[in-house]
């Protein structure tokens, strides 16, 4: 592969912003925190711990995925997926994220580029 070492740079910047999104939500934020953020629609019959601490971890699985490498084509359509469902899900239910100052829900516009380049030049990988 011709760009071996921005392949592996993206790969591993990819796999940092899962891995820190896990590791916030598990270990360094209140889960009040997030609890706040979820709509009231996905936090059926109060299980929104349960939902917010199942998506950290399957972030965690994504992100030492992409770190080592494995299945990185497969894992990149889904992270697609996931990036793309929670975008509409945050463009639906909480719209103002849109206008926060830092920016938290565009970042997705760069990430989904981002994995889209890493899915093409995993399939140039010999």
């Known amino acids: 592969m011709q760009h071996r070492k921005y392949y592996l740079?993206?790969?591993?910047?990819?796999?940092?912003?899962?891995?820190?999104?896990?590791?916030?939500?598990?270990?360094?934020?209140p889960i009040e925190e997030s609890?706040?953020?979820?709509?009231?629609?996905?936090?059926?019959?109060?299980?929104?711990?349960w939902l917010v601490r199942g998506t950290a971890l399957f972030e965690l699985f994504l992100g030492l995925a992409t770190l080592v490498g494995w299945r990185v084509r497969l894992?990149?359509?889904?992270?697609?997926?996931?990036?793309?469902?929670?975008?509409?899900i945050i463009t639906v239910f909480?719209?103002?994220?849109?206008?926060?100052?830092f920016g938290p829900v565009s970042k997705n516009v760069p990430l989904l580029a981002a994995t889209a380049v890493l899915y093409h030049w995993e399939g140039e990988q010999p």
Do not use: Y
């Open 9 to 29: 740079l993206l790969r591993t910047a990819i796999a940092f912003i899962w891995l820190w999104t896990a590791i916030t939500v598990l270990v360094l934020a």
């Open 35 to 49: 609890l706040a953020l979820l709509p009231g629609a996905f936090d059926p019959a109060g299980f929104g711990a």
């Open 75 to 88: 894992w990149a359509v889904v992270q697609l997926g996931l990036v793309l469902a929670f975008t509409l």
């Open 94 to 101: 909480l719209p103002g994220q849109w206008l926060h100052p």
